[in-house]
């Protein structure tokens, strides 16, 4: 394999590994809405961004993100959300300090097996609370 050095190669067979270890978590105790999700590669998180920033793609896991845009789409309830993101065990982490209507809240699973997990929801609701987008993030670390 010429011109892909040995660390390349490496980081690839992780990165298959970590995903496929954790498209697999259906008995390891995630939550529904994370099983068999992938990570994806960007700029982890939806705070608002400086314009020199603004080009790269967000991180957000195709398949997480879809599922909170189903589940919580727009004009949804926000209290609806944080009930159902607090009992999957994710907690609130604040809001962007750039804009405080958009709210984080992140999901820990550490020490259960392989790999790690952290997933991230970031969404915005207006003075009424109601949502007005979703964006899911999950990175996976393996040991």
Known sequence: MRGISRASILSLVALQVATAIGCS???????????????????WGACPRDVA??????AVSPEFDARLASRFPPGSSEKRLT???????FKSIGSC???????????????SGLVDVTAVVYWQADSEGTIRWTKGFVAYTSL
């Not at 529904?32 to 990570?39: F, K, M, N």
């Not at 920033?53 to 967000?58: I, K, T």
């Open 25 to 43: 978590f259906g008995s390891n105790g995630v939550p529904d809405i994370l099983r068999g999700v992938t990570a994806a590669g960007g700029h």
């Open 53 to 58: 920033a603004q080009g790269s793609p967000l």
């Open 83 to 89: 009930s159902a993101l607090d009992q999957m065990g």
């Open 97 to 111: 300090e750039e804009d405080r209507t958009v709210r984080i809240s992140r999901y820990d699973k550490r020490g």
